[in-house]
C-alpha cells in the first residue's frame, strides 16, 4: 500500500478515536493543479473535541507512521485547524465554520469519500 494510502487511512482512524464526524476524503490525484493529493475534512461539535480530534491525528500517525505535520494552524481558537501532511492535508471543524467554507465541494472533479461515522 502507498505511504499516503496508509497516512489517509492512520488518520481517518484518529479522527474516529476521538468520535470526529462526517469524514470525507477528497481525492485530488486526477485533478491538475491541486496543492494536495488528498483533502481529508471532518468535525467536532465543540472547540475542545476539534483539539481532541487534531491531538488524536497527530497521535496516530507519529505512532503508526512515524509522520509528523509541517504546520497545524488554527488551534488558537479550534474553529478551524488545518494540519498539513505535505500531500495529505486535513482539516477538522467546527459544524457552522464547515458549512460556512465548504471545502467539499471546491473541487467538482475530486471523488469524495464518505466515511460513516462510528456510532
Known amino acids: ?9 492512520t488518520i481517518i482512524k484518529g479522527i474516529q478515536e476521538k468520535k470526529g464526524q462526517r469524514i470525507v476524503v477528497a481525492d485530488l490525484q486526477q485533478i491538475e493543479g491541486a496543492i494536495a ?3 481529508i ?3 467536532g461539535n465543540s472547540p475542545s473535541q476539534v483539539e481532541a480530534v487534531t491531538e488524536s ?5 507519529r505512532k503508526d507512521l512515524g509522520e509528523k505535520p509541517a504546520t497545524v494552524a488554527g488551534l488558537e481558537n479550534a474553529q478551524w485547524v488545518a ?3 505535505g500531500d495529505v492535508l486535513v482539516h477538522v471543524f467546527l459544524p457552522d465554520v464547515r458549512e460556512f467554507y465548504d471545502l ?3 473541487w ?4 469524495l469519500i464518505q466515511i460513516p461515522d462510528l456510532d
Open 1 to 9: 500500500m502507498e505511504q499516503q494510502t496508509q497516512l489517509v487511512e
Open 37 to 39: 493529493r488528498y483533502f
Open 41 to 43: 475534512i471532518c468535525q
Open 57 to 61: 491525528i497527530g497521535d496516530f500517525a
Open 83 to 85: 494540519m498539513d501532511y
Open 104 to 106: 467539499e465541494h471546491l
Open 108 to 111: 467538482e472533479d475530486a471523488e
